[in-house]
Antibody
Framework: EVQLVESGGGLVEPGGSLRLSCAASGFTFSNAWMSWVRQAPGKGLEWVGRIKSKVDGGATYYGAPVKGRFTISRDDSKNTLYLQMNSLKTEDTAVYYC?????????WGQGILVSVSS | QSALTQPASVSGSPGQSITISCTGTSSDVGAYNYVSWFQQYPGKAPKLMIHEVTNRPSGVPDRFSGSKSGTTASLTISGLQAEDEADYYCSSYTISDTHVFGTGTRVTVL
């Protein structure tokens, strides 16, 4: 059974940093392309970014609102995906989902809440 | 990258068919056959219902179907059931190697 479990969320002040983790199981993580998607309270889904598998080059791609502030990485030895979030803004407040690609969105984690507030 | 345009709400009676549209541009929906549809219940993670325009993952009822014409994709729910009441989002791969979501549609079963 495929499982994606996010952790590391919480309350952070504007300008601060936070790192989310996503522990994956039930599939060959090292071959998977993975994404992060977020959803602000009461709002729609927003694509955050994607990382390819290392065998496919390991490239990362980001949405415009987070480019330059967020970094996606992976540790295939730990079957874990990361989202490093720096220079956080109040508009980054959202539930963050870890998502498996190919096809995009075939599996989702339960989501983790990140609140940016002073 | 602007969000794809969906109607805010669509409603129908049990047994009826409804269609949700998803309008993009030649840089996303019109560029590739990589349109997906997701169903989301309140407080829950989204679930993939359709991928690559027309493909249903295992376990998704065949009353859910997808199509595309030009820069507009559509999700049709035939034989609407009470359990179909949820939010639906489309998404598309883009020429910038990113993904973009639709604005979301609330489906109400009357």
């Amino acid at each position: 059974e495929v499982q994606l479990v996010e952790s590391g969320g919480g309350l952070v002040e504007p300008g601060g940093s936070l790192r989310l983790s996503c522990a994956a199981s039930g599939f060959t993580f090292s071959n998977a392309w993975m994404s992060w998607v977020r959803q602000a309270p009461g709002k729609g889904l927003e694509w955050v970014g994607r990382i390819k598998s290392k065998v496919d080059g390991g490239a990362t791609y980001y949405g415009a609102p987070v480019k330059g502030r967020f970094t996606i990485s992976r540790d295939d030895s730990k079957n874990t995906l990361y989202l490093q979030m720096n220079s956080l803004k109040t508009e980054d407040t959202a539930v963050y989902y870890c998502v498996r690609n190919r096809p995009f969105g075939c599996y989702w984690g339960q989501g983790i809440l990140v609140s940016v507030s002073s | 990258q602007s969000a794809l345009t969906q109607p805010a709400s669509v409603s129908g009676s049990p047994g009826q068919s409804i269609t949700i549209s998803c309008t993009g541009t030649s840089s996303d929906v019109g560029a590739y056959n990589y349109v997906s549809w997701f169903q989301q219940y309140p407080g829950k993670a989204p679930k993939l219902m359709i991928h690559e325009v027309t493909n249903r993952p295992s376990g998704v009822p065949d009353r859910f179907s997808g199509s595309k014409s030009g820069t507009t994709a559509s999700l049709t729910i035939s034989g609407l059931q009470a359990e179909d009441e949820a939010d639906y989002y489309c998404s598309s791969y883009t020429i910038s190697d990113t993904h973009v979501f639709g604005t979301g549609t609330r489906v109400t079963v009357l």
